[in-house]
């Protein structure tokens, strides 16, 4: 667990359904990590209670499970409507004690949808964004591999088309409708009430390869592994549907298979390493 403690004495206890199992008590103030081992091996536990003992309130920032078992450890992050720049207005010194005790070998960076619809995105704002954000990523996580996931495939339907726009009716935007996009927009161009990838969404995601090449990251395209151009609409309308109709988010069996496309690329690019290094793991992790 993380926590932060008040300036006076603190204590936290914890309760594995409901019977005691440890307790913590914090004598100064400032963000702590804290580890209580647990006896719940074997045991249909079901939940886990902790409370606010003696002395000032402690603040949670997070807590987790881990097994003395081998294995891999995933933690994930997801904050809905979040772009890039989430990620440096997290507490610096939370953040930095975190990476020192998960020491983590592989961190994966899937931002660009919402960057993606923002109309009004500069294309050299936005790189800064992004490199600012992974070099303050990778100077936290100095051993880490960075994977940079490339925007996946959306779509939008402006507000004007016609209720009789079929979610098949999908066609990429030709190079006259980008360079003239805003003004087709605002004049409410009949060309454009179909299914179509906004124009910022390849800028966003030439971007991200450009960056992750620079950095020497490991490059996934979302767009290339769903099957290109107007993928969501395939997405969409299968049966079952992988994705929800508003053509951005992904349903249950959307999220397993692209899971599965991601994992799949990831171990192309560690099986292609073992190859140039004669069978042998790569240097890297």
Not at 3 to 32: C, M, R, T
Request: aromatic share 8%.
């Amino acid at each position: 667990m993380w926590i932060g403690a008040g300036k006076n004495s603190s204590s936290l206890e914890v309760y594995v359904d409901d019977i005691w199992q440890a307790s913590f008590g914090a004598k100064s103030p400032g963000f702590k990590h804290v580890h209580l081992p647990l006896s719940i091996a074997n045991t249909p536990s079901r939940n886990i209670r902790l409370k606010q003992g003696s002395g000032d309130a402690i603040n949670l920032f997070s807590a987790f499970l881990t097994s003395e078992s081998p294995g891999v450890w995933l933690a994930a992050l997801g904050v809905p409507g979040a772009e890039i720049d989430i990620l440096s207005t997290l507490d610096d010194r939370l953040v930095a004690s975190e990476m020192v005790v998960f020491e983590p070998d592989l961190i994966i960076l899937g931002f660009g949808s919402n960057e993606a619809f923002d109309d009004k995105l500069n294309k050299d704002a936005y790189r800064k964004r992004l490199e600012k954000t992974v070099d303050w990523l990778k100077s936290h996580a100095k051993a880490a591999d960075i994977v940079i996931l490339g925007v996946p495939d959306a779509a939008r339907l402006p507000a004007f088309a016609p209720k009789t726009a079929t979610p098949k009716s999908c066609m990429p935007l030709t190079p006259d409708e980008v360079l003239n996009y805003d003004a087709r927009l605002q004049a409410q161009d009949s060309a454009l009430a179909r299914w179509h990838a906004p124009p910022n969404l390849a800028i966003v995601r030439g971007v991200q390869a450009q960056v992750a090449a620079q950095k020497g990251f490991f490059y996934v395209d979302l767009g290339a592994v769903m099957g290109g151009d107007c993928a969501m609409q395939v997405w969409v309308t299968d049966n079952p549907p992988k994705a929800w109709p508003d053509h951005v988010h992904f349903k249950p069996p959307g999220q397993a298979l692209l899971a599965q496309k991601i994992f799949a690329e990831l171990m192309a690019g560690y099986d292609s390493d073992q190859c140039k290094n004669g069978g042998k793991p790569a240097d890297s992790h």
